[in-house]
Nanobody, 115 residues
């Protein structure tokens, strides 16, 4: 099993920045990729950014050029650097680990962007 603990959410004004962190523990050697998803109120959860074991990244069109996903393998931590935040980025952000046993999720962290 994998345990994921997110941190770094909060309230920020439009145009501001935040960095989310996701610390992984447990059976981390069997993780294929990690990513950030978000779910706004009344909407479905959507993929924001993913980073594979090989370091390849993929972003939702809505965040390209503003968000950056990265990882620190020594700390087993994945980050999401968010810049130029917009009110429509307001959501609960979840960390995900794609593991050979299945998919694991963190508890989520709230990001609120005020206009």
């Amino acid at each position: 099993q994998v345990q994921l603990v997110e941190s770094g959410g909060g309230l920020v004004q439009a145009g501001g920045s935040l960095r989310l962190s996701c610390a992984a523990s447990g059976s981390i050697l069997s993780i294929n990729a990690m990513g950030w998803y978000r779910q706004a109120s009344g909407k479905q959860r959507e993929s924001v950014a993913v980073i594979t074991n090989g370091g390849s990244t993929n972003y939702a069109d809505s965040v390209k050029g503003r968000f950056t996903i990265s990882r620190d393998t020594a700390k087993n931590t994945v980050y999401l650097e968010m810049k130029g935040l917009k009110p429509e980025d307001t959501a609960v952000y979840y960390c995900n680990a794609d593991h050979f046993e299945g998919s694991y999720w963190g508890q989520g962290t709230q990001v609120t962007v005020s206009s």
